[in-house]
């Protein structure tokens, strides 16, 4: 069952500001191979980690979105560079949260407070997805979307047959 986000909140994600990451001619240059990417683990998805803080509201509100949004979003690529990194992310997901431990703590990482590709793709697939479209229709839309004038995808796998 999909985990539907609030439409309100999940519109005001789309409109962050080039100022909240790269722009996309930074991100079509891989500039996150310089990035060292800061991680922070909390006790879930409610609890923020704190290079979060001083962070505009609607990232905030995303890095929540995407904690609570990994069946979908590690079906989704990511077009920054970060798969060609040594960082190797192989999702979007990967681009805000690391690890999911047992316990239920999430290692967060801050890779996508710095680059606008990131905040998009993950924006635009949550609201896809709470709009009633397929995990493959968005990996298409995003897949043909940003095929032109970014860096090759994370290596992300297919999503399961429907």
Same mark, same amino acid.
């Given at each position: 069952?999909?985990?539907?986000?609030?439409?309100? +909140?999940?519109?005001?994600?789309?409109?962050?500001?080039? &100022? +909240?990451?790269?722009?996309?001619?930074?991100? *079509?240059?891989?500039?996150?191979?310089?990035?060292?990417?800061?991680?922070?683990?909390?006790?879930?998805?409610?609890?923020?980690?704190?290079?979060?803080?001083?962070?505009?509201?609607?990232?905030?509100?995303?890095?929540?979105?995407?904690?609570?949004?990994?069946?979908?979003?590690?079906?989704?690529? +990511?077009?920054?560079?970060?798969?060609?990194?040594?960082?190797?992310?192989?999702?979007?997901?990967?681009?805000?949260?690391?690890?999911?431990?047992?316990? &239920?703590?999430?290692?967060?990482?801050?890779?996508?407070?710095?680059?606008?590709? +990131?905040?998009?793709?993950?924006?635009?697939?949550?609201?896809?997805? *709470?709009?009633?479209?397929?995990? !493959?229709?968005?990996?298409? !839309?995003?897949?043909?979307?940003? !095929?032109? &004038?970014?860096?090759?995808?994370?290596?992300?796998?297919? %999503? %399961?047959?429907?």
């Amino acid at each position: 069952m999909k985990k539907i986000i609030p439409l309100v +909140c999940i519109l005001a994600l789309l409109t962050f500001a080039a &100022g +909240c990451g790269a722009s996309e001619e930074e991100s *079509s240059e891989g500039s996150h191979a310089g990035h060292g990417d800061q991680r922070q683990t909390t006790e879930g998805a409610d609890v923020l980690p704190d290079f979060l803080a001083e962070k505009p509201e609607n990232m905030q509100t995303l890095y929540q979105a995407v904690a609570k949004s990994k069946d979908l979003l590690t079906y989704i690529p +990511c077009y920054c560079g970060c798969g060609d990194t040594p960082f190797e992310h192989k999702s979007n997901y990967e681009c805000f949260i690391h690890d999911n431990e047992k316990n &239920g703590a999430i290692v967060w990482d801050d890779h996508a407070t710095r680059c606008q590709a +990131c905040l998009d793709i993950a924006a635009e697939s949550i609201i896809d997805y *709470s709009n009633g479209k397929s995990i !493959q229709e968005i990996r298409d !839309q995003i897949d043909e979307a940003y !095929q032109d &004038g970014y860096p090759e995808p994370t290596k992300t796998p297919a %999503p %399961p047959k429907a």
